[in-house]
Every structure is written in structure tokens, then in C-alpha cells.
């Protein structure tokens, strides 16, 4: 019998990763040996250092991608300058939404419920409410993340499927834990796993008409097999079109969005902060890899479709978010909206693109984990109060969280000192010089339409009387607190000294085949 | 038209046969056994393409393991055991996806292989299997585990009841 080869594998390369799957199966036996009391500090304390040590690796690889060392384990991962960049950014996003899982002075216990299987509204169910909340949650983050990092870097579409799937799975266990509102927590969980189970298929299904057009499933194969096969394109076409589904499900492009805001007002705050930044990072990173050293032979073919689902997702992003009345429910619109001006810059197809990309996912990904950190403070006895109105006349209890609530507003809004004014630019430009400026139009005109729901905001907080039911603000832990200062300083420093962060995108947006 | 393309093209009709049988059948016990007969032929198909290995992986697996499974499933959930008219939904609609992606996907593949010539691997041997798995496709494999063990905690962080208080 001939041995067996293995292929070559540069664990320098994979350490970020397997730092994170490592750390989170010593989490699994932090379960079941440290006491309850202390369980949610080393859980926390882990994580963040796993985090950070991961964070350290990738940076120490950033100066040493050469053609010939990207590639490892066989071609199943590439990491290369863009992969390092995503890695990074899912990593410090990351680091920064873990902070919020750890908070437990908002509320005693924390924002998970410690036995998710407890009947809503039983004697028992009561009496858990003071419970100290489920710790499982950290080494679930950890899969999760270390599962988007493999799907930014996966060299080929069975690998990243995989990566797919684990980093999805966690995402749909942790939204069922949330302490109060437990039905819509479970519900939003429920239909997350089905939806999310849904697009699995079609991109598995997509993977399969792929292998049958190119032979292989690996990026170098399909691209070579795009551009110079004699298979009919119909294959081709058909799996792209079953593989972006399954990956536009994931960043809630319309119309496959309907998922978004019951499930990012269903999950738990934090979780959905964590959904928010990070997931949708991931998702990008992959959909351009796919896109960009994949299929770029068929540009010609994907470019108007993808475009008309652009258009039609900022439209239903903005025109959908001014009839919303939840908190949530109106961020989780705008995560659509965003999903659009992201694709924007995506399809503008140049290098500029790319960058003006990984930009926009870092600048929104601090902004968006701000609100929503802002958004778990503002509570009454029954948890948070999302309802817009509750949220009427805040400015005048607290000024300085309804201050910061404004800012971030605006940044979302896109307003100059911002980064999401930056953000914005980059990616229109991006796609003016590509020769996409019909999506601009789009890109502008719904940008306004967005503007309104987010100024309502702005003026219910200050310029309404505070009436009976307004809840008051609590006083962040120091979690949230600096969850919070890293949030707005990012935003705040992003639109005004952009620079680094732009010339380190820039640096990046390459690929290696 | 050789002998083995008659046997695969009869075992694939007694699969298809079976598999609307799943689909239409008001009673889920005996949806899951009919499932045992696709799933059956569908080994039997890839005996038929002297794939050894995957056959016994597939009657081990799927026959084995899932069907019995999803008995339990049934059992544990919907017992006492009938006719479940409120699972059925209205034909019309069924009939359009069903036969619209079948009737799709063979037009698509007998449009795109009718007259193109593939060339067939080696078959599908443990040997071979196994050289694919832990060389060409180690990591996807060894990530699998991971997801395994994420799904574990899940099952047990979502289905506890009483914890050591």
C-alpha cells in the first residue's frame, strides 16, 4: 500500500484560528470544573486573551505574505493581504462585542437566561431570573468567530462551506439565550436556523453545478474553467447564482433579508451587536473572494444582477426602516440598507472598490456595536426599552448617552466628520470610477430617504418632554462603558483622520489565486 | 444500452417512486419508511457504479442511523400515531416546484452532458476515499469535528433544565 501523502501545513499561518477553536475547548472544560461564582471572569478573561493572542499572530504575519506562502494545507486556506485584513478585522470587532457578553451590572446575572429550556413564565422561570446566566455563550463566540475567520481565508468553496456552517450554528444557538422576551428570542432563533438551513442548501447546491462546470471546487480551477471553458455557461451560471444566494442570505441583502430584523430583535444585545459587525464582515470577505478571484471571468454576466439586488436592497433598507417603531427593528433595517451601499462598492470592481469595502465593514462594524451597546443601557423592570417611543425625551434625562446616541446616528446617517460619511464616499467613488453610477443614484437617493428615520430619532430624544414612561438610562459597568468609548472614538477618528486605516485597506486589497 | 444502464435507470425510477411516496404519504411513520427505500436505492445505485465503499456508508448512515433517528423523533414528539391530514398542504403549489426544479434540472444536465464525454475517475474505493479525506481535504474534515462539538454544547446550553445551583 503507497504511503500516504500528507500536505504541507504552515501552522504559523493557521494559528489565529486554531488559537480560537483551542481556547474555546478549554472554555468547554471551564464549564464543567471552575465554580459557577467565578465561572463568567475566566470565561471572559479567556476569551479576550485567545482573542488578543490571535490578534498578535495575525498582525505578525502581515509583513511576510509572499505568492508562494499564502496557500497552505493542501490550497484549503489563502491567507493572503486581504485574508490578513479580515482576519484582523473580525478579530478586533470581535474583541470589542465579547466585552459586551461580559457585561453583569446592567442586569443581575447578565443578558442570557441560565436554562434556556425552562418553560416561559413558570415558577421556575421566575425563579431563575436571578440566576447567573448561561457562560456557554463565550466558547459558542469563540467557534463562531474562529469559523469566520476560515470562511474569509477558505481557498475553496467546500472549505468554505464548512466555515459556513460553523461559524452559523453558534450564531443560531446564542440567539436563543436572551434573559427577557424569551419567546421572541426562541422564535428569532427558530427562524434563523430554518432560513439559515435554506441557504446552506442553495449554496451547497450552487458548489455541486459549479464542480460540474470547472472540475474542482478550488478558486484557481473555477477561475481558469470561467475563462476558458467550453462547458455551456448555463452550469456556471446556474451555481453562481445558487452559491451568491447563499451567501447574500448571510449579509441580508434583499430579498433574502426578511430574517433580519426578527432575528436582530429576537437575539440577545449583545449577540446581535456581534451579528451585526461581525458576520456581516465575514460574509463580505468571503463574497469578494468569491467574486473577485473566483468568477471574475463572468464579471460581465454577475455585475447587473448583483447590481439590481443593490438597488433593490437599499431601497427596501431605507424605505422599510421609516415604518419601523422598534429600536432594533429600525438598526436592523438599516443593516440592510448598509448591505447595499457595501455591494455598491463591491460591484464597482476595481481595486478602489475593494478598499473603499474593507473600509466601510471596519467603520460600520465600530458603529454599529456602539448603538447597540447604547440600545441594551436604556431599560426599564421589563429589560430594554426598544420602542421608539420610550425613547422620546431621553436628552433630557441623560444628555450625554442621548449625545452619544446622536453622533452615532449621524455617522450612520453618513454626515462629514464622521466615518460614515468616509465610508460612503469611498465606496460611491469606488463605483463612479467603475463605471456603476446608476447605483450611486440609488446609493444617494436612498441615503436621504434613511436620513429621516434616524433624525426622527434625534428629534424625539431632544425635543420631546420626557413623559411618565421614559425609562431611565443606566449606568454602563465598565464593559459597556468602554465598549462604548471605543465605538464613538472609532467613529469619531475614522471620519476625521481616515488615513491609516484607508492606506492599510489599500495595502490589502489584493488577492493571491 | 448495456445492462447496468437498465438496472440504474429502473433502481432510479423505484427512488424517485419512493421518494413522492415520502412527500405524499399522511402517515409520517411511514414516510420515514419509505425514506428507508429511497435511501436504499440510492445505495443500490451506488453499488451499481461499483462505488463499494460509499454504498455501505450510505446503508450504514442514512438507512442505518438517520432513519431510525427520525423514528424517534416521531416517536418522542408526536405520539399517539395516525394519519396527520394538518401536515399536508395544498397540491397545486407542490406540484408546480416539484415538477418545475425536476423536470428544470434534467433538461439543465441533459442539456449540458448529453453530448460530452466525462471521464470517470477510478471508482470510489475506501482506499481512495480515504487519501481524499486526509490529504486533499483534511481541514474541511478536521473542522467538521469542531462544528460537532459546537452543536453538542448547543443542544445541551438549549435543553437543560435544572443546573447545579
New interface residues.
Given amino acids: 500500500m503507497p504511503e500516504l501523502k500528507l500536505p504541507d501545513i504552515d501552522y504559523a499561518a493557521l494559528l489565529p484560528m486554531l488559537i480560537l477553536f483551542g481556547a474555546a475547548c478549554v472554555g468547554v472544560l471551564i464549564e464543567g470544573f471552575v465554580p459557577r461564582s467565578v465561572r463568567n471572569m475566566v470565561q471572559l478573561v479567556l476569551s479576550l486573551a485567545a482573542m488578543v493572542a490571535a490578534l498578535v499572530f495575525v498582525i505578525r504575519r502581515a509583513g511576510e505574505v509572499t505568492a508562494e506562502n499564502a496557500a497552505t494545507i493542501g490550497g484549503a486556506i489563502m491567507i493572503d493581504n486581504m485574508g490578513l485584513f479580515m482576519e484582523g478585522a473580525l478579530l478586533v470587532l470581535g474583541l470589542v462585542s465579547l466585552l459586551l457578553f461580559g457585561e453583569r451590572t446592567l442586569e443581575r446575572g447578565g443578558a442570557f437566561v441560565p436554562h434556556a429550556a425552562v418553560t416561559v413564565g413558570s415558577e421556575r422561570d421566575r425563579e431563575q431570573a436571578v440566576d447567573s446566566g448561561a457562560t456557554e455563550v463565550y466558547p459558542l463566540a469563540l467557534f463562531s468567530l474562529g469559523g469566520m475567520l476560515m470562511f474569509v481565508t477558505a481557498n475553496d468553496l467546500l472549505t468554505m462551506f464548512v466555515a459556513l456552517e460553523v461559524f452559523s450554528l453558534p450564531l443560531y444557538l446564542m440567539c436563543a439565550l436572551a434573559r427577557r422576551k424569551r419567546l421572541l428570542s426562541q422564535e428569532s432563533a427558530l427562524k434563523y436556523f430554518l432560513l439559515g438551513a435554506y441557504a446552506s442548501a442553495f449554496f451547497l447546491f450552487g458548489v455541486a453545478m459549479i464542480y460540474g462546470f470547472a472540475k474542482g471546487v478550488d478558486f484557481r480551477a473555477i477561475h481558469e474553467a470561467v475563462r476558458g471553458s467550453e462547458t455551456s455557461p448555463t452550469l456556471l451560471l446556474i451555481g453562481l447564482a445558487l452559491v451568491a444566494i447563499g451567501l447574500l442570505f448571510k449579509i441580508a441583502a434583499a430579498p433574502f433579508h426578511v430574517w433580519t430584523p426578527d432575528v436582530y430583535q429576537g437575539a440577545p444585545t449583545p449577540v446581535t451587536a456581534f451579528m451585526a459587525a461581525c458576520t456581516k464582515a465575514a460574509a463580505f470577505g468571503a463574497l469578494l473572494r468569491v467574486l473577485y478571484v473566483g468568477f471574475d471571468g463572468a464579471k460581465w454576466h454577475f455585475t447587473p444582477v448583483l447590481g439590481a439586488v443593490a438597488v433593490l436592497t437599499m431601497l427596501v433598507g431605507a424605505v422599510l426602516a421609516v415604518t419601523q417603531t422598534d429600536l432594533k427593528r429600525l438598526l436592523a433595517y438599516s443593516s440592510v440598507a448598509n448591505a447595499g451601499y457595501l455591494m455598491v462598492g463591491l460591484l464597482g470592481g476595481n481595486k478602489d472598490g475593494l478598499s473603499s469595502t474593507l473600509f466601510y465593514l471596519v467603520a460600520y462594524g465600530f458603529t454599529v456595536i456602539a448603538a447597540f451597546a447604547l440600545v441594551s443601557l436604556v431599560r426599564d423592570a421589563d429589560g430594554e426599552a426598544t420602542h421608539l417611543s420610550r425613547w422620546a425625551g431621553l436628552g433630557r434625562r441623560s444628555p450625554l448617552f442621548a449625545g452619544i446616541f446622536t453622533f452615532l446616528l449621524l455617522a450612520f446617517a453618513g454626515i462629514p466628520l464622521t466615518s460614515g460619511f468616509m465610508a460612503k464616499f469611498g465606496v460611491f467613488g469606488a463605483a463612479i470610477a467603475g463605471d456603476q453610477t446608476w447605483l450611486v443614484i440609488f446609493g444617494v437617493l436612498t441615503s436621504i430617504v434613511l436620513a429621516f428615520p434616524y433624525l426622527r430619532v434625534v428629534v424625539m430624544m431632544w425635543l420631546s418632554e420626557p413623559g411618565e414612561t421614559t425609562p431611565s438610562v443606566s449606568i454602563p459597568g465598565v464593559l459597556t462603558s468602554a465598549v462604548l468609548g471605543i465605538g464613538t472614538v472609532a467613529t469619531l477618528l475614522l471620519g476625521v483622520l481616515p488615513g491609516p486605516l484607508l492606506e492599510l485597506a489599500d495595502q490589502a486589497s489584493s488577492f493571491i489565486r | 444500452m448495456t445492462v447496468s444502464d437498465v438496472l440504474l435507470t429502473a433502481v432510479g425510477l423505484v427512488a424517485v417512486g419512493a421518494a413522492l411516496a415520502v412527500v405524499m404519504t399522511e402517515h409520517l411513520v411511514r414516510a420515514g419508511l419509505w425514506l428507508v427505500v429511497t435511501l436504499g436505492a440510492i445505495a443500490v445505485e451506488f453499488l451499481l457504479l461499483r462505488a463499494e465503499f460509499a454504498a455501505w456508508v450510505q446503508v450504514l448512515i442514512y438507512v442505518g442511523a438517520v432513519v431510525v433517528l427520525l423514528l424517534f423523533a416521531v416517536m418522542l414528539t408526536r405520539a399517539p400515531i395516525g394519519p396527520s391530514p394538518d401536515l399536508d398542504r395544498p397540491l397545486g403549489p407542490a406540484l408546480l416546484v416539484g415538477a418545475g426544479t425536476g423536470l428544470g434540472l434534467s433538461t ?1 444536465f441533459v ?3 448529453a453530448d ?1 464525454q466525462v471521464a470517470v475517475p477510478e471508482t470510489g474505493s475506501a ?1 481512495r476515499l ?2 481524499a479525506i ?7 474534515f478536521e ?2 469535528s ?2 460537532l ?3 453538542l ?2 443542544a ?10
Fill in positions: 439543465l442539456w449540458v452532458f460530452r482506499q480515504g487519501e486526509f490529504a486533499d481535504w483534511v481541514l474541511p473542522v467538521l469542531v462544528l462539538l459546537a452543536a454544547i448547543g445541551i446550553v438549549l435543553s437543560r433544565r435544572e443546573g447545579a445551583s
